[in-house]
């Protein structure tokens, strides 16, 4: 019997659709088998982020399923033609490739601030820093996109004593919302937090959470949850530090739940913004937060701020 390939090769499956077939479109593909799905303008036409709740306001839409590369194409079309007899299915291959190279061929030691550095497994650690080690996942952070390596830094800066004499983040409790690869949370525990909860919709986030805490020796000291589960691991605590690295228009509507759940005086850093969004997210989080002046790298903003003793 052969071997199979180290590599393996993925089957795509995808569409062009009108806007308002969007949603039976991604039922669909789901349906027969999809392990993905991804929506993306038709025509190349650049829109804002869409608000929550709303669908993108491209009017044309190219959707695909990522399907295992040993799946029978012909299968899926003809499923996909009986739900959606008018919707113009195509098949493509997608070759493998070993994406753990790939990615550390671009990933290396990075510092972040004084102390903070992000080293893959197995190389070097830059002297004298405070290490997260992080090897590839399926889980978005790895410090190299702006908004990650903003809130690295921020939380760097936290380690080290104000103007006041406070160093806010040793034995803090942390929350990182939308945690992803679990790296923020990581880091404030290195950095000196006492514990951390990790939250994401994604289980498997939740797992490269778990997997990387454990790798970092910090798992004893990290619960990784879903955001319905937080009150719960809160269990009447309020937290010290909230970080939430996620979109500009989740971030609107979970800011008076983030309020509820730091104590007056706790500390609140926003990411995944993009600059022209700032202004209007901070207007709406200074009705519980003293914010600060945005910080912007790359098109990309960090918001930082107090809870406010008394709203």
Request: charged fraction near 20%; aromatic fraction near 4%.
């Amino acid at each position: 019997m052969p071997s199979s390939p180290a590599h393996p090769d993925w089957l795509e499956i995808s569409a062009t659709v009108a806007r308002e077939q969007a949603d039976a479109a991604e039922a669909d593909l789901l349906a027969a088998g999809a392990m993905a799905v991804t929506l993306l303008d038709a025509e190349d036409q650049p829109v804002l982020e869409p608000l929550p709740g709303e669908t993108p306001l491209w009017p044309t839409l190219c959707i695909t399923g990522l399907f295992p590369g040993d799946a029978d194409p012909l299968r899926i079309l003809a499923e996909l033609s009986r739900r959606a007899p008018g919707v113009a299915w195509r098949s493509s291959r997608l070759a493998g490739r070993a994406w753990e190279r790939e990615w550390l061929r671009d990933f290396g030691p990075r510092r972040f601030g004084r102390h903070l550095a992000v080293v893959p497994g197995g190389q070097a650690a830059p002297q004298g820093c405070v290490v997260v080690r992080l090897d590839p996942g399926l889980a978005f952070g790895t410090g190299t996109h702006p908004t990650t390596a903003l809130c690295l830094e921020w939380l760097d800066a936290l380690a080290l004593p104000d103007p006041r004499g406070d160093a806010p983040l040793p034995g803090a409790l942390l929350v990182d919302y939308g945690c992803g690869s679990g790296i923020l949370a990581i880091a404030a525990l290195q950095l000196g937090a006492r514990a951390a909860i990790g939250v994401d919709l994604d289980p498997q986030a939740l797992l490269a959470t778990r997997d990387n805490a454990a790798a970092n020796g910090v798992a004893d000291r990290l619960v990784a949850c879903e955001p319905e589960d937080l009150d719960t691991v809160l269990a009447g605590r309020k937290a010290d530090i909230l970080l939430a690295n996620i979109l500009a228009g989740p971030l609107h509507e979970l800011l008076p739940a983030f309020a509820a759940h730091l104590r007056p005086g706790g500390r609140l850093a926003l990411s995944g913004i993009l600059a022209d969004q700032a202004a209007a997210l901070c207007r709406r989080a200074a009705t519980w937060f003293e914010m600060e002046q945005p910080e912007i790298r790359d098109e990309w903003a960090r918001l930082a701020g107090r809870r406010k003793v008394e709203d």
